[in-house]
């Protein structure tokens, strides 16, 4: 597997400075000379045109040549390179992804609503590029497969053992787990997974007033529990 190796690019504004040359070198030719000559002139500064490009802060440019990969252009300024090079620009800085609310069943089985919160950054730019069609949309799907499979993996709540992480009680245990679960599964396409929490839980319209009377119900025994507890104890 290939990876990510930088690519140094002429300078810009010298380039630019030689196909001025030229071209004024053309209109003094044939203007002067009147030779048709020099219209060769005007096509090689239409030539070099397109091997000009700007890198923006945190940005990038991955270089093709005929379909070979060359390198990668991540320092920020005005270059050229030959014009033959395709250029694709892949953003380096940071994206803010709110998944969509996803109707799944629990490890218990109960419906639940669930999203994820994630902030990403393409790190191997190789990888982004060549690795997978389309980087932003792998990123939609696996975060969508990867809040899937966390919430088959926990509770959503336990009324009988509170010690049970769940995905409501235990949200630093169940966070982590989340980030790792997607840095696992974007690495394949050179993405950063900066930070990864969900972003809305709550039980499906179909069971929450049912969960909720539970819930109250499991509330009121415990406080009647510590209540009889305490009058034990003072006997």
Do not use: C
């Not at 996803?102 to 639940?112: C, Q, R, S, T």
């Not at 992480?165 to 396409?189: F, K, P, Q, W, Y």
């Not at 305490?230 to 006997?235: I, R």
Request: hydrophobic share 50%; no cysteine.
């Amino acid at each position: 597997m290939k990876n990510e190796k930088p690519f140094k690019p002429g300078s810009g504004f010298g380039m630019l400075a030689i196909a001025f040359l030229i071209f004024f070198g053309a209109i003094a030719g044939l203007v002067l000379m009147r030779s048709p000559y020099f219209g060769i002139l005007f096509l090689v500064f239409f030539f070099m045109l397109p091997g000009f490009f700007v890198v923006q802060p945190n940005q990038s440019r991955v270089l093709i040549f005929f379909g070979e990969y060359r390198g990668t252009v991540k320092k920020n300024g005005f270059f050229w390179v030959n014009p033959f090079y395709a250029k694709k620009k892949i953003s380096l800085r940071a994206h803010n992804f709110d998944s969509e609310r996803v109707k799944v069943n629990d490890k218990l089985g109960n419906p639940i609503l669930i999203s994820v919160i994630l902030v990403w950054q393409v790190e191997e730019t190789y990888k982004a590029a060549f690795e997978v069609n389309d980087y932003t949309h792998f990123v939609r799907v696996q975060s969508d497969a990867a809040v899937r499979k966390l919430a088959n993996t926990y509770a959503y709540d336990n009324f009988e053992d509170d010690s049970e992480i769940t995905l409501r009680s235990g949200m630093e245990e169940v966070n982590h787990d989340l980030e790792t679960e997607l840095a696992e599964r974007l690495a394949i396409a050179g993405i950063k997974v900066i930070e990864a929490r969900i972003g809305y839980l709550a039980y499906a319209e179909e069971i929450a007033s049912a969960m909720l009377q539970r819930q109250q119900a499991t509330a009121i025994v415990a406080a009647r529990y510590k209540i009889v507890e305490g009058a034990v104890g003072m006997v």
